[in-house]
């Protein structure tokens, strides 16, 4: 069996046939990664509200940080900056926490207008340069103005669940790459990687 590592450079031929001994820790973290990912699909609402009051708890923690920080440094000139970020910081993560509906629906917007202008400057750039496989980011332009698009079209009421329907496709989506990794991982074969 060749191996398929032979034109990559030495250093990399020898991470990749070191990785294949323990390919199985990749396997059980993608297969974990899946099973995270199906819950969150299928508790989107709960997901969705989880990840926002985590969120706020990690504006509160890094915003007591700053401050304490601010005051730690003692007097240098971005010290009134650094206090009031976090203040800012701690102010944004309890409100996020009081209300993580009204946060929720925030953060779902803020989703469809980075969806939209992304989606936008991607379709501008590839008609404007046209590359090799220009259709390819023209496609994933128009894929992320329409998603953005309709996000928008039903906010506030899909705000609920939009938060936990990414999150659980990504969480299915970086499983199945540690899965097919961990295979493609096991399958060189073993040997020296000189």
């Not at 323990?22 to 059980?28: A, G, K, N, P, V």
Request: with cysteine; proline share 3%; charged share 10%.
């Amino acid at each position: 069996m060749s191996d398929p590592t032979t034109n990559l450079p030495s250093e990399i031929r020898h991470e990749l046939h070191e990785l294949r001994k323990d390919w199985w820790w990749f396997l059980l973290l993608g297969i974990g990664l899946i099973v995270l990912g199906l819950v969150a699909l299928g508790s989107c609402f709960v997901t969705s509200l989880a990840v926002v009051v985590f969120f706020g708890l990690l504006l509160v923690i890094g915003g007591a940080v700053q401050v304490a920080s601010a005051f730690w440094a003692g007097r240098w000139s971005g010290m009134l900056l650094s206090l009031l970020l976090g203040i800012f910081y701690i102010v944004t993560g309890v409100l996020m926490i009081d209300a993580p509906i009204e946060a929720m629906q925030a953060i779902v917007l803020l989703i469809a207008a980075f969806l939209i202008v992304g989606g936008l400057f991607r379709i501008v750039a590839a008609l404007a340069v046209r590359f090799p496989a220009w259709g390819w980011q023209l496609l994933s332009g128009a894929v992320s103005v329409l998603l953005g698009l309709m996000i928008n079209k039903g906010w506030p009421d899909n705000s609920v669940f939009i938060i936990g329907l990414f999150l659980g496709i990504e969480l299915i989506f970086s499983g199945w790459y540690w899965v097919m990794l961990s295979i493609g991982v096991r399958s060189l074969p073993a040997g020296s990687d000189s």
